[in-house]
């Protein structure tokens, strides 16, 4: 069954560093997005990307996040000076246009030290 | 004001009887869908049910159901004939809009954690 892949499972950074996030969506899906899951909370909206533009993005998403869909597979989030408090999981989640659910990745954990 | 609600932080429910987790919303949009998602604690998001505003029966999936009271607000998932691999955080999350509009992102509720017992 096909699904959704992150990478890394893990990533451990210094404040201040740039981190990408990386997410393979399902290949025939066209809506992607990315979610927040600060430990213990509930999970948050970050961005949502169709046609190759953001179609809406959280209060969150301030101007240290980016992402981008390099080629046809890969879908990337950018945090580029990465603070404590960015220390989350981060899913990742794709939709195909004709369903309504969204299918997430197993998600990547952040740990900001 | 919260757009989802959740009010039980944790649910306990003995092997095989059937559980109801309760989530309530809040929106203006006619349009607007309901979800429920697991969340073990290996940490993965599993998407359960969906039920649509618009949709005329309560969703089905499995030993899994919603029932969806309108004019309430609630979106309830009952578990029926519970298994210990139910243990875990559910979700209730809400889409505001078609699924097409630029607005379909999730918007979830604080979870509920069920532990199923012997």
């Known amino acids: 069954e096909p699904e959704v892949t992150q990478t890394p499972s893990h990533q451990v950074t210094q404040m201040g560093q740039e981190v990408i996030l990386r997410c393979v969506p399902i290949s025939n899906h066209l809506y992607f997005y990315w979610y927040r899951q600060i430990l213990g909370q509930k999970v948050e909206f970050l961005v949502s990307f169709y046609n190759n533009e953001i179609s809406e993005k959280s209060e969150i998403f301030d101007d240290q996040f980016s992402v981008e869909r390099p080629d046809g597979s890969n879908f990337t989030l950018k945090i580029r000076s990465t603070k404590l408090e960015d220390s989350a999981m981060y899913f990742c989640a794709s939709r195909d246009r004709n369903y309504n659910e969204q299918f997430f990745g197993p998600g990547t954990r952040l740990t900001v030290l | 004001a919260q757009k989802i609600t959740q009010t039980q932080p944790g649910m306990f429910v003995q092997e095989k009887e059937a559980v109801t987790l309760d989530c309530t919303y809040d929106t203006s949009d006619p349009s607007y869908g309901l979800f429920w998602y697991k969340q073990p604690s290996s940490g993965e998001m599993i998407f359960l049910i969906y039920?649509?505003?618009?949709?005329?029966q309560n969703a089905t999936e499995g030993r899994y159901s919603l029932n969806f009271q309108k004019a309430r607000k609630s979106a309830n998932l009952v578990i029926s004939a519970s298994q210990l691999g139910d243990s875990a955080m559910y979700f209730c999350a809400m889409r505001e809009g078609g699924r097409d509009g630029t607005a379909s992102k999730l918007t979830f509720g604080t979870g509920t954690r069920l532990q199923v017992t012997l």
């Open positions: 039920q649509g505003s618009y949709d005329q």
